[in-house]
């Protein structure tokens, strides 16, 4: 098809007279003053731009599209501009670039660097890295973290994060026992753990489990301080 085409336009139409070129063809006036001013093509293929305008969210977000992409911190309630070319978003602030990410047709893409310094901390926090503290600190913790785990651990993420903190405050001895005490009670979460730590009962020994007394058709003579023979 494309051999048909540069055939037809140098052997046909090209050698075709025109009004509109005061009689001449379109092959000589190439020739005579198209062909110098031609020039080689760019060393990229062309490719469309979009451009978009947004504010940055208070989690250092902003939207393009129908995804959202993180910003350095330091510019939130800043507008921004982001250019998606091809599958890179850059996103630029007063004429710099600012941010890049891989494009997104939904949901985030996030750099845990654009975050404050604290919240980089506490976003590096993982499941993982808590186990791993709580093995410094003692079997008590390791149970803790072991059993806030083991179910929706995204969802307790926040609460183990809580009881692995403590340490800074309690130290890692009080801590473990206080975990080790919480378990004795049925109830590991974060506020039975720091209610320990802060009342100070953490090395209090488990209460004695309270055994019922039989009821009294099964209690015998004895139980009732009679004399049967009499």
Same mark, same amino acid.
């Given at each position: 098809m494309q051999a048909e085409a540069i055939r037809w336009s140098t052997q046909v139409y090209g050698v075709h007279k025109?009004?509109?070129?005061?009689?001449?063809t379109p092959a000589?006036?190439?020739?005579a003053i198209e062909r110098d001013a031609l020039m080689?093509? !760019? !060393?990229?293929?062309?490719?469309s731009v979009i451009y978009s305008?947004?504010?940055?969210?208070?989690d250092c977000h902003v939207k393009s599209g129908k995804a959202l992409y993180s910003v350095p911190w330091r510019l939130i309630g800043q507008q921004v501009t982001a250019r998606t070319a091809g599958d890179v978003v850059q996103i630029f602030h007063s004429g710099t670039v600012v941010a890049t990410h891989v494009l997104h047709l939904a949901g985030r893409s996030t750099n845990v660097e654009h975050y404050p310094p604290h919240k980089i901390a506490h976003t590096?926090?993982?499941?993982?890295w808590c186990r791993t503290q709580a093995e410094q600190i003692g079997p008590g913790a390791v149970?803790?973290?072991a059993e806030l785990s083991t179910v929706n651990a995204i969802h307790r993420l926040r609460a183990i994060q809580g009881i692995i903190r403590l340490r800074e405050k309690y130290g890692d001895r009080r801590l473990d026992a206080a975990c080790t005490r919480a378990l004795q009670v049925g109830? !590991?979460?974060?506020?039975?753990?720091k209610g320990i730590l802060v009342a100070g009962t953490e090395a209090d020994h488990a209460s004695p489990a309270v055994v019922p007394p039989p009821p009294a058709m099964l209690r015998g003579p004895d139980a009732f301080d009679t004399d049967l023979t009499a």
């Open positions: 025109h009004r509109g070129l005061d009689g001449q000589s006036v190439f020739a080689a093509l !760019p !060393p990229r293929v062309f490719e305008i947004g504010r940055v969210a208070a590096l926090r993982t499941v993982t149970a803790v973290v109830d !590991p979460g974060y506020r039975t753990v």
